[in-house]
Structure formats: C-alpha cells, structure tokens
C-alpha cells in the first residue's frame, strides 16, 4: 500500500487540520450569513430536529390522551384538535419535506460532487431564512389563536373555523413552500453544471438521483400548492367563492389543488429517503449497488407517477367512478418501481462485506418497515377495500410506516451516516444500534396496532372513541413510550459524541464516494480542486487502514483513475 | 293503551342506553353485517396474504443475507457480488405488475368466482332499493324517512337494499358503517350514495356503530350514532310510530314528553347547566330573552329586535327563528357558522316541546335532560310494556 502513495493522486489528503468548515470563521454572523452550503446544512439540520421533537411532543400527548375514551388530559376536544393538526404540520411541513434534502442534501450534495458549494449559495442561505420565516409565521398562528383544521386545510371546515391562527399558519406554509422550491431549484441546477470530471449520469451516488428526482417534484408541484394556499385565505379573508359551497364554490376543487401538491409531496419525502438508504446498503455492505439503472430510473419513475395519482385520497370524497378507477389503476404503478428498489436493496445484501453498524441497523429497519408500508398500499390503493379503510386508522398506520419509518428513519440513518463528517466525532455504536431497535420496535408495538384498530373501524382524528378499542389505543400508546425513549437514547447518543467521542477518521465506514475523501469535519472549500472521479459503487479499492480505525479510498487500484492499476476479478 | 301511556313508552324507549354494539374479536376487520361485506373481506384477505408471502421473502432473504456475509473490519472484501442481472431485475420487476394488475381489476370488477365483490357494484344500488337521506350537520346526523320521518339513529328493515343519499349542511362529514363496509363523504352542494344490502336483523338489543369518518371539528368524535336493523314488521311498526308520536302527545304534556327526547339533536353544543359549548346553554335562556340585555355579534342587543313591534313579538318566536335560521342573529362570542338549519328536521310541534323545555328547565336534570317528575306521573307502570308496543327511540 506504500508503493501506491508515491503517486500523488492516489489517496486524496484526508488529514483533518484545524482549519475546517466548524472553525473557519468564528460569529453568529459567520453562522447566520454564511453562504457554506454545510453551514446552511447544520443550521437546517437544527431547525428541523427542534422541529422533530416540538412535533413529537405532540405526538406523545395525542397517544397519551388516547390511553382512554373521553377526557385523559385535556376535557377540551379542541385541544386536541390543535394538537393533531400541529403534529401534522409540524411534521410534515417543517421536518419532513426539509430534512433529507434541506439537511442533509445541503451538507452532503456539493461533497460528493466534489464541488465547493451549491450553484447558487446566496440563494442556498435565502431558503433557509425563508424556512425560518415559515416557522415563525406557524409560531405567531399560535399566538393568533392556533389552528385546528388538520394539516390539510380542507375547506369549508379551514374557511369557517373560528380559529384565528388558519391564516398565519397558511401563510408560514406558502413561504416553506418556496423555500423548498428554491432549494429544489438550486439542487437541479448544481447536478447539472457542477459534477466532477468522470461523473457521468449514470455515475453519479443514488442518493444524487434521489435529491435530483426530488428537486424536480419540489420545483413543480410546490407552485400548486402556494396558489392553493393563497386562494384559500383570499376565500377566508374577503369571501370570494372559489372552494365553499355556500360562496358558490366546490370542496373537492380544494381537494384536487391540495392533493396535486401533496400526493407528490409524500415523494418529496420519501424519495431522498430511499436515496439515503441506497447509499447505506451499498457502503455497509461495502459491495456494489445492486442494480444501479433499476434503482435510478426508479427514482424518476415515482417522480414522474408521483404527479398522476393524487386522485387516489379521494376515492369517497364524491368522484366518478370512473376517475378514481382510472386514479386505482395509475396508483398501483407506484407498487412497481418501490419493489424494484426493495428488491434490489435485498440483493445488495446479497455476497456483501456487511458491517452491522448503527447506519446499517437503520437501513435494515427502514427495509422491513417500507416493505410494510409500500404493502399496505395495496389495500389503499384497491377500490373495493379501499372504502372501508379510508379516513381509518389503517390509513394513520400506513402513512407513519412511510412517513415515519421509512422516510424519517432513512433521515436518521442518514444522520448517523454521515454525522462523523459533520461534527468530526465518532459516537458510541453500541449505544447507536440499541437506540435504533429501540424505536424500531417502538414503532412497530405503536403502529402495527393501528392497522388493527383501523381495519376494526376507528376513523382517525378522533378525541373520544368507543370502549371496545381501548386495548389497541393502549398498546399503540406504550409503543409511543418506547419509541420516544429510543429517540431520547439517539440524541444522547449523538450529542453527547461531540465531547466524548473519539475523533472521526475520514473515513469510518468504508465509503466510496468522494465525501469519505476529504477530512472529517471537511474544510471550508471540501477539496483543493474537484477530483476526477470513477465508480462510486466499486469498493475494491477501498481499503481498511488499522492506524487510522478507519477506511481509505485507495484511487490507484481503480484502472478508470489509474490506467495501470492491476485488473481484478469479479469486475463488471 | 291510552295517548299519554303511548308518549310514557316513547320516552322510556329514550333511554335504550342497554343496546351493545355488534362487535369481532377477530384480528382483522369487523363483523360483516351487510350482503357484500364477505365479499370485500376477501378481497381484503386476498391482499393480506400476498403481503405476508412478500413480507416474509423480503425479511428471511435480508436476515439471512445480513448473518451470512457479515464481515469484520480490517478483511479483505470479496468482490463477487453480481451488480445487477437483468433477468432476475426483470422478473422482479414483471410480476409484482401482473399482481397488481389483477389486484387492480379485482377491485375494480370483482370476481364471483373468487366470491370478491368489485368496486363496481359498490356503486350501483339495485333499483328497488329502500330510499333514506341523511342529513349531516356539526355534529349530529337526520336520517329522512320516505314518509317525513326523522331519526337520529338510523334504522333499517332486514334483508333489504338500502340507498341513502347523503349531504351536509356546512362543512365535510363522511358516513361510515364499518360492519357494512361503507363510507362515503358528505359534501356540501353535493349529493352522495352509499347502497347495501342488509343481513340478519339486530333487533333494538344491539346495533351496528355509524361513524363520522371525515373530520368537521370539535364534535367529530361524537358524532356516532347506532344503526339498528329490523325485522320489516318492526321496521314498519316502529316507522309508523316515529310518524305519529309527537302527534299523540296532549299539547300541555308536550314540553317533557316530546322535550327531552328532542334533546339530545342539542346537546352537543347546548348545555342545560350554563357550561359553555359550541352553542349559547339553555339555562337562563329564557330570562336573558325576556331581560333584552344579551348582545349580538353584530352589536344589536335583544331588546332591538325582540318585543312588540319588533322583528320578533315574543322569545318564542326568536327562539323558532333561531333553530331555522340559526345563522340569522347570533349571540356574541359565538361562532356565525356554528349551527346549521333545523328546517325540515324539526317540525311545529317539536320546536314548541323545545321552547317548552327551555321554560321549565328546573324540572330537567341539568346533566342528562331527564324529566325528573316522571316517577310522580301515575301512567308509569306502561313503561314495561313499551318496547313490545313497538315504540322506540327517535
């Protein structure tokens, strides 16, 4: 391996220096004002997970007053309505559709291109404002009143609610909403004109696809809803009759405008969370992606089928029956491409070298959960059962296991992924992985009870509800117990890591793409100049080195950056 | 049996608070109570168990995978992992499409020789159905006999199809009769239909729960009622019944005869104890009306619009104004768009025995609107007799 450093190119310098991207300038201002896509990716990463435990708060008091029918803490059915519609919005607004993109794909995206920042940083930094922006705006509608309307704002409940924080709170989403378009925006155009000599399409991390497909829904879906938005608090404040009845206009228009939105915002979740996972099967299992084209074209498959199913939410809501059989059918190509994907995750496994470290525990979990999730879409997705599931707790159940244990589970597993590279620190595996079946199991005790409890009747967003389902609530709510503490022990586990843990070598898991190339913490500019790049996916040139506890990516075994490096066996 | 023994029966009927509902210990789904439910169970089978074939696959392939290739730090990487195999990753990708495809066309058309009923005859109720209409409001449900009847709970003649047309008066509600399997939203400007067969009939000892399934806000969760479905002997008895019973109520028993069983249309949102609800209580109503000194939300006080010569003579006639056109005046601090219209839903006579009940409130218990001198009232033995009698429960 010594003979091999001789060349200069061949293992890029990932010795940390005092100089990284944390230390380069000292300041809130340099923190408030930067223009490091990194910088801007830590701050989001805060904002959403303050974001993820104000939510989760929620959620722990909807579960708790559910542990009876009636009153448990709160006598007041209102308050529960608020609570409900908060930890939706909160969930889906502030932490959901920003935290693998914004987060993550803000600190790792120029990374693993190679590049120094994103295409466009100023207006990288104007997004995250905005987003803050956003937030305040769903703070001050508590103020005003708060808001009970669910997170989908459905009409003429939203237009007629006396609730007074409906049009602050919808005016804080019209403005996440083009922070999420120019972030979108920002991440199409840095795919296109910034990737590294050698970065072909189809060479580029999954997880690059991902954000890309993603991108491309934020850009052209979010619209929608800003114009939706902003017809509806024209209708609640001055009357005009777009959408209620008694103004001349038509629920299910809302419905239609909102679900154009959101249908494809549930891809703008989930979808950088597949792309996560895909780089999480492929490193820990140190082998190469099983099936690359498959899993990429799949990515802009969903995208692309993402736009044309929305119709599918309202299957009793008063369509023809002709639409939503068409809507059924157009629903069920989704099944198509996220079984590919979970399929081709299975056969990566497959003749791997897999570490079970915390991010693979993670992306095993995140594989039996989606697989549960994507499978339960079928009742959904299928006319006849359809109508008795609908507005159930199936439904709750079934979008938290993609909301919730795909999508946010692939976010976390992304976190501890990739958090050696942010703070420069190691955490505590064991605890890591305890953590992680820890909510695992949380999750399943919790929401496998609600398919139960749903297919058994109980329609969702009830305060109060009949004695007969009382075990179920019962079980779901020790499951929320549980899971709540693993996410406790995750957060002590990384936290504490910044203080305790030993110094993250540059690469600790053995990756491939060029963000394991470059130090941990990375320096203010991520490399001197952008390398040129070969197979993200080939790991023979990965190499453990025992002084550092941790990986090299050894560029000189690669034959495309080292045309006399020795050929080797089992190559595609 | 004389009149007001007749009225004593309906009343005590009231209380058929001992009905249990019709529930199944099974794991999945509730009992199916309607001709098609076993059918859409099927199909819901069908789906269960091609999940649990993938389920299984996917999770035995991933452990057994993760255990047998795990390898420790430091070893060299084999690298005879295939990237990818086009034949395998076009099988995978080839029948999970035919399965949902027949999937989608199951659920769509159905098949009797698998016994799946279809989406289609979901939609399609048989022309000699049994017609009602239910009228969803926050938060209580009317369902509309074809001979002016209207009922709380819903009942239904046994074996029967059954259409009901559905709307709302405000915002979205979605009826929902899990042992049935049907829903259906109620949007307002709209018409919509569920149809079902019924199956066995309940009798008045146990029902079927109806739910609201889409949510319209602080009652939602209350908003059940109980489905009873009878024998078509009962089901006409108890129809006729229901048609004349405010009828046969002497005009001086009428405020807590009839009162207290109109009650509870009201009492989500209006209390009988001054406890503030999504409505204005009861109590005091009727002195704060005479007083003239409640407010308006536009600003106007009671006494400019209620006495001699003004829009309305007498509180009786504010207070009928007000279960009609309720959203008309409204008293400050309360929502404009909390109450919907009672027209159609409540008639003369009924408005009165309310008006009638809001004068003599201190002889209601304030919590459950009970009439409490009934046991002075010497027609109380008929009570017993009552159910046979084929009296029952608005």
Redesign the interface.
């Known amino acids: 391996m010594t003979t091999i450093n001789a060349n200069p190119d061949a293992v890029l310098d990932t010795h940390a220096s005092s100089d990284n991207y944390l230390t380069h300038s000292r300041g809130f201002l340099s923190w408030a004002l930067t223009l490091d896509h990194k910088r801007i990716g830590v701050m989001y990463l805060v904002g959403v997970l303050t974001s993820f435990l104000v939510g989760g708060i929620f959620a722990l008091l909807l579960r708790t007053e559910l542990l009876t029918p009636g009153a448990t803490i709160t006598a007041d059915a209102n308050t529960y309505n608020q609570w409900f519609t908060l930890h939706g919005a909160i969930m889906v607004f502030l932490v959901i559709i920003p935290s693998i993109p914004a987060a993550m794909g803000n600190f790792v995206l120029p990374i693993m291109l190679g590049a120094k920042d994103v295409a466009f940083p100023r207006l990288n930094l104007f997004s995250f404002w905005l987003w803050v922006g956003g937030a305040l705006f769903a703070v001050f509608s508590l103020w005003r009143g708060a808001f009970d309307t669910g997170w989908t704002f459905y009409v003429p409940y939203s237009t007629t609610t006396e609730m007074g924080g409906v049009v602050p709170v919808v005016v804080g989403v019209f403005i996440l909403g083009f922070s999420s378009i120019f972030t979108g925006m920002n991440f199409v155009v840095t795919i296109h004109k910034l990737r590294p000599p050698g970065m072909t399409w189809f060479r580029m991390p999954l997880f690059l696809w991902a954000i890309y497909s993603t991108a491309l829904i934020q850009v052209l879906a979010t619209p929608v809803l800003a114009i939706t938005l902003l017809l509806l608090i024209v209708e609640r404040t001055i009357g005009i009759g777009i959408f209620t009845p008694s103004l001349g206009g038509d629920p299910v228009l809302f419905q239609h405008f909102f679900w154009f939105y959101s249908h494809p915002a549930v891809y703008i979740m989930i979808l950088p969370g597949m792309g996560i996972i895909s780089e999480l099967f492929a490193v820990h299992s140190h082998r190469h992606i099983f099936g690359y084209r498959f899993i990429a074209y799949s990515s802009v498959a969903i995208a692309i089928f993402s736009f044309l199913v929305w119709g599918h939410h309202m299957f009793v809501s008063g369509q023809s029956v002709l639409i939503n059989t068409i809507f059924s059918a157009i629903s069920f190509s989704v099944a198509i491409p996220s079984a590919v994907k979970v399929f081709n995750w299975t056969a990566t496994l497959y003749k791997g070298n897999i570490s079970l470290t915390t991010p693979m525990f993670y992306a095993l979990s995140f594989l039996v959960l989606f697989t549960i999730g994507g499978l339960t879409g079928i009742h959904l997705a299928t006319l006849n059962t359809d109508v008795h599931l609908h507005d159930t707790y199936f439904v709750v159940a079934h979008f938290h296991y993609v909301m919730m244990g795909s999508a946010l589970i692939a976010m976390i597993g992304g976190l501890h992924h990739w958090w050696p590279k942010m703070t420069g620190r190691m955490y505590n595996e064991t605890l890591g992985s305890l953590a992680c079946i820890i909510i695992f199991v949380g999750f399943n005790i919790t929401f496998f009870t609600q398919f139960m409890l749903g297919s058994h009747g109980m329609p969702r967003r009830y305060y109060d509800y009949k004695p007969e389902y009382q075990s179920y609530h019962v079980i779901s709510t020790i499951g929320s117990y549980v899971m709540a503490s693993g996410f406790l022990l995750t957060a002590w586990c990384l936290l504490s890591s910044i203080w305790l843990g030993r110094r993250a070598p540059a690469n600790p898991w053995g990756g491939r793409s060029l963000e394991w190339q470059c130090p941990s913490p990375p320096p203010h500019d991520n490399f001197p100049v952008q390398p040129r790049v070969g197979d993200c996916y080939d790991f023979s040139c990965v190499v453990w080195k025992e002084e550092e506890q941790g990986y090299i990516v050894d560029r000189s075994l690669d034959p495309e950056l080292n045309p006399n490096a020795p050929k080797r066996a089992g190559a595609h | 049996m004389t009149l007001s023994a007749l009225a004593i029966a309906a009343l005590s009927a009231t209380a058929n608070s001992s009905a249990t509902?019709i529930?199944?210990d099974d794991?999945?789904?509730?009992p199916a109570a309607s001709t098609f439910a076993d059918?859409?169970d099927q199909?819901?089978n069908f789906?269960?168990w091609?999940?649990y074939f993938?389920?299984a696959l996917?999770?035995v392939?991933?452990v057994i995978?993760?255990a047998k290739?795990?390898?420790p730090?430091?070893?060299t990487?084999?690298?005879?992992?295939?990237?990818?195999?086009l034949p395998?990753?076009l099988t995978?990708?080839v029948i999970?499409?035919i399965l949902?495809?027949v999937?989608?066309w199951?659920?769509?058309a159905?098949s009797s020789r698998l016994g799946?009923?279809?989406?289609?005859?979901?939609?399609t109720a048989p022309r000699n159905s049994y017609e009602i209409t239910a009228v969803a409001s926050k938060w209580t449900w009317a369902f509309k006999y074809p001979n002016g009847v209207v009922s709380d709970d819903l009942y239904l003649p046994a074996g029967e199809p059954i259409k009901i047309t559905i709307r709302s008066e405000?915002?979205?509600h979605?009826l929902?009769i899990?042992?049935f399997?049907?829903?259906?939203?109620c949007?307002?400007?709209?018409y919509?239909m569920v149809w079902f067969q019924t199956d066995e009939p309940t009798g008045r000892s146990r029902y079927h729960?109806l739910?609201?399934?889409?949510?319209?806000?602080?009652?939602?969760?209350?908003m059940?009622r109980r489905v009873f479905v009878l024998a078509r002997p009962d089901f006409d008895a108890w129809l006729a019944k229901e048609a004349s019973w405010l009828d046969e109520i002497p005009a001086e028993e009428l405020y807590f005869r009839a009162g207290p069983r109109l009650y509870p249309r009201c009492q989500t949102c209006h209390s009988l104890d001054g406890s503030r609800l999504t409505g204005p209580s009861w109590k005091g109503l009727i002195d704060r009306v005479n007083e003239g000194s409640g407010k308006f939300l536009d600003g106007k006080s009671y006494r400019d619009v209620i006495g001699p010569g003004k829009e309305f003579a007498n509180a009786d006639e504010y207070i009928r104004d007000s279960i009609l056109n309720p959203q008309g005046h409204v008293v400050d601090t309360y929502?404009p768009?909390?109450m919907s219209t009672f027209k159609g839903q409540l008639n003369d006579t009924a408005i009165e025995a309310i008006i009638g009940m809001m004068k003599h409130l201190d002889e209601f218990d304030p919590k459950t609107g009970k009439w409490l001198k009934e046991g002075s009232t010497p027609a109380a033995p008929a009570t017993t007799a009552a159910p046979a009698a084929g009296a029952e429960k608005k």
């Open positions: 509902p529930l199944s794991f999945w789904l509730p059918g859409l199909m819901f789906i269960n091609l999940c993938f389920f996917i999770t392939l991933m995978f993760a290739y795990r390898a730090k430091g070893h990487f084999r690298m005879d992992g295939p990237t990818h195999h395998m990753e995978w990708l999970p499409l949902v495809i999937i989608f199951l659920g769509f159905g799946v009923e279809g989406y289609v005859g979901l939609t405000d915002v979205l979605a929902f899990p042992n399997r049907v829903k259906r939203d949007v307002p400007g709209r919509g729960h739910f609201c399934a889409e949510y319209c806000g602080t009652g939602h969760s209350n059940n929502s768009t909390g």
